[in-house]
């Protein structure tokens, strides 16, 4: 059986969730939070030396990490990829400006408003994020005002990838009537077979940090 | 013709030329660049709603966008890719870690210092950074302390990826001689075939913007 190392509550944890449940791969998880420092600890390190959740970790011991390749691997041959390049590539690039131009900003606008003591004490950061989150989206809209899905005539993974942080951006002040494209796709991102809801239990077990690592480092 | 936008001293840019020049692509070259605010100019947006370079414009129209993107299409079948997906998954799982956690430190590090007018009114942020680039180049450094190259026995377009930002690390402040394995590794991908160093123009021609796309906007 896999096992999945991350919260339920990152989005991009929620990513490998997705495809997972897609596919219908049983698996159990491993709860390793970035709010607590885990990736950080050196018995996670050994399993994943980027330090990040979600990895995703094969009963032959193989690693798998990193929400876009976690994608990418379980999506195999099936129709979320595709045969032609030029379509791969548009998925992909879609995966990369997620990465870089889009989570950046909506998901630490997320953390910083909903994660921390005193959000308050933030706002400036805040504040500078709500331009580029904007950007990201009115980006997201501009494909989506005249087409069903982000890279292709069909849902492929790129839209698994920009669902999760698409999905929180009115828990962070916008509000997602404005960009209408986006608000049918995120409804259709939902209708799709085997759809998990942010937050949803899917793993067959669930283990804590120490259950699964012992309760002393090996260091 | 291919036509690449971008500046010489972009290393994401950089990434674009790496693999063009492997591949032997001829391109000319559109002088876009960040610097100048030109890829938020609407007749750039006309082309990549992203408002991002590097772009690589096909002569059938077909845009290409994200380096990495740009990577994985002109890698076609190459070495430089793979037919097996797990070492596929790898080579994306490096490359996400780039756009996500080394690019984002290194770059804007190397960003801060050297292309803003007063880089002692940014001492606090690059502080900030170091800490990241540090541990983004101990991870590289783990892996190839044991290993020729980042994703496979062999060089792939996860090494196109990671090169331009870590190659710059020294002048940033980082002493490379203290990460061993990255110091072979650079000059392995600077012996790779058809290599091309940081600030070649590799182009067959440039335009500048105005050049390129008229001197008035079209709105």
Known sequence: M??????????????AQLILARVGADYRRVDVAQTRNEPRDPRFL????MGKVPVVLR????VISESGAILYHFAGSSDLWS????????????????????????????????FTDHPDRHAGRFAELEPQARRALGVMESRLSGHDWLAA???????????PYTHTAGSVGFDV??????????????SQPRFVPFGYEGAVETL??????GSEPEE
């Open 2 to 15: 896999l096992t999945l190392f991350g919260t339920l509550d990152s989005g991009n944890v929620y990513k």
């Open 46 to 49: 050994a399993v994943n030396p």
């Open 59 to 62: 009963e032959d011991g193989h």
């Open 83 to 114: 045969k032609d390049r030029d379509t791969t590539t548009e998925i992909l690039r879609w995966m990369f400006f997620e990465q870089y131009s889009h989570e950046p900003a909506l998901a630490v606008m997320r953390y910083l408003r909903h």
């Open 153 to 163: 005539e069909g849902c492929t993974i790129a839209d698994f990838a920009l669902y």
């Open 177 to 190: 009537s404005r960009f209408p494209g986006i608000e049918r796709w995120l409804e259709r991102v939902e």
């Open 208 to 213: 804590s940090f120490a259950e699964y690592f």
